[in-house]
Structure formats: C-alpha cells, structure tokens
C-alpha cells in the first residue's frame, strides 16, 4: 500500500498536531536534570531502561509501577455523552503497560482533571473503572479529582497502576530475546486509546459524522471507536512465570515500535501480520495516511505481543486460550539483526523513539 | 475577623470557580459504581476510609500509593517562564500524602500533559523533580509525557508516589488518637499549591501585578507565590515509628479540615494557632475572604500536623528538631467530642467534605 507519489498530501500524526520526535526531545530534557539516586534504605530502583512499568525492591518484594493517560479519546467520549467506555481504557493503558513486564496487578489510582465536574460522566466513568477492574483482578486504592479551570477543556482521564511479581516470578523484561523465538499477537478489541488527535482531525476534515456507521460496519462510528481497550492481565499473568516466555510487549502508542523497546539487538520480523481490520483501513484511506504512519501510531489489530520459545509453542498457545486469549496468532519470529520490521507493507523501524 | 456584614461582597474558592461541595458530589457517583474487591492473591487492599494514601498488603509488605497534582499553580509558573518550584511541587505535593500515613517514600512517576512540549519548561521542571526527590529521598521510577491539544491549555503536572513501611512499622492512620493528645503543626513555606484558581482570580480582578512585591514583602509577588511546598517526608520519617505519634496530617487542599480525617469522634481544638503569616492576610484583604474560607482552603502557615502522646512531647520536639522541623511548634490539642475549630477566628469544621 505504501505510495510515494501521495506523500506531500498524506497525513501524519505530527500533522494532526502531535509530534512524538518534540515530546522525546522535551522529555529527555527533563531527564537529563533528573540525577538523584536514593539511599538503598528508600528501596532500590531496578534498572528496567526504556521499559514499560518502573520497577522498585522493596524489602522482599519487586513492584512495578506505570502510569498513562486515556489522551484525547476523552474529546470524542465528552461529545457523545458516553463515558463507560473511557472509564474501562484508564484502567487497561495502565495494567496493559504492567501486563508487558510480567507484572499482576495489585491496585490503580485514577485522576481526573476536570474544568467542572459532571455528575453524570462520573457515574459513567466508574461504571466504565469497574469493569476494567473485574477484567485484570485489581483494586481502586485511591485517586484525585482536580478541579483546574484555566489549565483543562472538559476532562482529562488518567490512572497509576501497581504491580508486584508473585513468589518465584521474576520481571519479564526481554532480555531472554533470541534469535529464533515466535512473536504471538492478541488482536485488539479496535483503536484503542491511540491516535486519537489524527482520527478526530481527519473526521473534522472530513466532516464525518459519528453517528452514522462507516461503509460496511453496522455500529455508528462513534460506538465503533469507542469501543474499550482490550484488557491483557489475565494471558499475560498466565505466562509471566514461565520459562519459555522470553518477552512481551503492549502495542499501544508507538504500535510494533515498542517491541524494539524488548532486546535492542535482535530483528524482530513481523512477517505473518493478520488482514488489518477493515476500521484501521477506513481511518487510512480517509487521510491518506501511509502505512509506516498507521504502523507507528495505531495497533493495527494486534494489541498485545508474546515472544515465545519455538519449542514450547502448542503449550504456550492452550494456556493462552484457557486464559482468555484463543484468538492468539503468529505474527512473526525474531532473526539476528535490530529493529522492527512487517514486510507485506515494506514497514521498517529502527528503534522506538 | 469574621465579620457577616461583608458576606455578601465577600471571596470564595467556589466563587472563583472551584466548587469542592461539586467535585465531591460528583467523585461519590464514580465511587458509588466502583465495587470490585479483587481476589486476595491480586494484593488485599487496607481500609483507610477518607485517608491521604491507599493501601495495600502484597506478600510481605504494606505499601502506600496516591496521587496528587499541582493544579494551577502551574498557570502561573507559565506566565512567569519559571518551572523548577512547581517541578519541586509535584513531588511534595505526593510524598506529604505518603508522609500523612507514615510510609517512606520509594518512588514517583510524573505525568505531564501539555498541548506542546516545550523543552526549557521541561528542563525546569526536571531541575525541581531532582531537588524534590533529594529532599524527600525518592526515586523516579517513571513517567507519562501526554501530548493532548484540544484537553490541555498549556502545561498540566502531577505525579503518584509509592511509599512502604520500614520492617516493624505500622501505618499512622489516626485511630490511637485520644482526648489529651497535644497537636503539633511544622510551618509551611508558603501556600504550597493550593487555592491558585482563587489567587489568580484576586490578582485579576484587583489587576495586581506578579513582577512587584506586596506592601511589606521584599521579592516580588511571583517568586513569593511560586515558592515550592515543603517537603515534610524526613520529620515524619522519624516520628512514624514511635508509638507516642498518634495522627499525622497533610494540610493541604481543605487546610485544617484535613484533621477531621484521621479520627471522627475526637475534636481537634487548635486554641495555639501562630500568628498567620503575612501572605495569607494580605491574599485574604484581596478578596475580602472571610476566615472560615481561608481556613478551608489555604494552609494559614502550618503545613503538616502531627498529634501525639502529651508524655512524650519534649522528646518528639527532639526528634523534629534534629529531622529537619526545629520549627515546629504546639498548635492544639485533642478534646471529646468532633470536627475541627479554631476559636481565636471562631472558625469551625464539623467535617472533611
């Protein structure tokens, strides 16, 4: 699909207004300034670089600590009145981020930062934060509800989840990786809560209305984009302790970039990629957008990502689909080499950020 | 100084636009849908009804998390193009929730939303973060950089931290405080990061300028309103503890009201209240805000409040001195009955919410 000759009018993610290159380079600022090392009695920090989750020893125990943000999926859930399904998301973009370290979860806070705050998208909001919880087995420990004027435009949905590594289990963190492992992926339940900046300048652009179904869908397009993200604990939690799982990886922003964040030396080939849903082709052609931009900033159907040992693939997939996951497939294997590649589409990536 | 004749004309947080009675209100219809209790190997959470941190046992440890942000204080770090206190802020305003019941701070992840990241604010904000975690003696474990134009005017910063209890420890919850207890309070730096929706909207209204001092200050308003929050995690660190601390309290949004949660069937009598410092009268002339306001929604100069055993206070004095509070003074005590007052403002507090 990838067209060079529509390339000064194809759409990108820095076009729609978020510039991921600005954002690292920003946050890298931040980091350099940051230097300060605890006294080991303060716990001790593990080193986990590039990773998904923090990871922190405290007496006995291992603990993993990640924090992100529904971003702009909110706008679209605030213009619709719905808002069970973004209160599901703010507890799935975190225990997924556990989920890719080995970790289970243990309890999320959330925090709301609202201009004024709706009673009414609360109630959605926890029904939506319930359900989430029921999906990974976690517990609400706390949260905040900020109430910024000046700083917020209607709500902002975001949580911390911690995680902790049960007796015996140690984090998953890649560095197992070798050449000749099997990458399983888990389809996504749709979008999830990314891109959302480029999927509602394109829709505005385009004055699409929400309402209505794409061609050949049957829920509105509003209903279709939605749609929670999937919640990856219980298959993750199933083979975090297992031998043969070598890493894993949520494919959330950044797409199959953040298998790159696994094991810097190894070329992760992703040569079996299932058909793209048909909503991540609408949303492409709708741009144009091309398709090293929809790989880098949409899950394009695979949400979650095994890297399993070859010899243990039939066991890993029945305890996969006794977990919840039946619907996992082989997308690719691991070679020699660096990067992240999907040859169908003459997709490559040299790191994640 | 509570006088009813100026009700009419008078200042309130509501009023400038943070309605509290409407964020609680709308915080119980979230809360009220959330029921989930998750299986007990997933971490059995601890009930710490209305407290500042949750908690939860995992294997061997009790661990704290919560989750704050600096609200809009960050507006006006914007206007002056200084970053590094309200940087400093978001650590302090998370470890003093974790120092309120008694846990050691272990790390912190950050999460800044901005519309467009811009790096000399992000460097600033890092240079604050390191001087933060010094003081507090935490790690940053990790962070979310959320670029969501169309959610965020500008910069938004907050933080969740992760606190454990040292081997012997126990959380400082309240309940062994009783009648007799004297009440301690360590002075705050400034009014930390609170009430700025209700300051800001003053010096508009009044078209006060930030780049001079007040009548009677020598460094300009701005710097004199961007002083970072204190950090109280080394004093209540060494009081933690020791079985005469009864209650610790972080004085932050609700001010003294912040007392009410730690026990509902004592009053707090804080009769030793120190004379307010002179920012705080001034930002209440302003208004006018009447004191029961100001009381409920700014610090008055005391910052953290810790409620301890009468028979042990010269040796808690001790003890503070030498862990960074020489300058803590009696501020109160503990009677029979409920609610908080302080009767030289004939100002009183049935409750937290």
């Given at each position: ?17 978020v ?31 590039g ?16 924090t ?49 705050p ?69 389809p ?5 809560a ?49 031998p ?48 090293a ?55 490559e ?5």
């Amino acid at each position: 699909m990838a067209d060079p000759t529509r390339a000064s009018s194809a759409w990108t993610y820095a076009r729609s207004g978020v510039d991921v290159d600005v954002r690292d380079a920003a946050l890298k600022r931040l980091l350099r300034e940051v230097r300060f090392r605890p006294r080991p009695d303060h716990g001790r920090p593990l080193a986990a670089p590039g990773h998904f989750a923090g990871l922190v020893r405290v007496g006995r125990e291992t603990l993993a600590l990640t924090t992100d943000t529904v971003g702009t999926k909110v706008l679209l859930a605030e213009e619709l009145g719905r808002w069970e399904g973004v209160g599901e998301d703010v507890v799935a973009v975190n225990v997924n981020d556990l989920a890719a370290v080995g970790a289970r979860p243990a309890g999320l806070v959330d925090t709301i930062l609202a201009g004024v705050p709706d009673p009414i998208a609360f109630a959605g909001i926890g029904r939506g934060i319930d359900r989430g919880l029921r999906a990974a087995g976690c517990a609400l420990l706390g949260g905040e509800t900020a109430v910024v004027p000046g700083i917020v435009r209607g709500t902002d949905l975001g949580g911390t989840a911690l995680g902790f590594f049960p007796r015996g289990r140690r984090p998953v963190l890649g560095d197992r990786i070798r050449p000749g492992d099997v990458v399983l992926g888990i389809p996504s339940s749709g979008v999830h809560a990314n891109g959302f900046t480029l999927i509602r300048r394109l829709l505005a652009e385009r004055s699409v209305p929400l309402g209505r179904p794409r061609d050949g869908a049957s829920a509105s397009l509003g209903d279709e984009l939605l749609v929670p993200t999937r919640i990856y604990s219980r298959p993750a939690d199933t083979l975090a302790g297992v031998p043969a799982t070598h890493g894993l990886a949520h494919l959330s922003g950044g797409g199959v970039r953040n298998l790159v964040r696994l094991h810097p030396r190894v070329a992760f080939v992703l040569d079996r990629w299932p058909e793209v849903p048909p909503l991540f082709r609408w949303i492409q052609a709708l741009g144009p957008v091309d398709d090293a931009e929809m790989f880098r900033t949409f899950n394009m159907g695979i949400g979650f990502a095994l890297v399993v040992d070859r010899r243990r693939l039939a066991e890993t997939r029945r305890r996969l689909a006794r977990a919840g996951a039946p619907d996992v497939s082989e997308i690719g294997h691991v070679e020699r080499g660096s990067g992240v590649r999907v040859p169908a589409f003459d997709v490559e990536f040299s790191g994640y950020a």
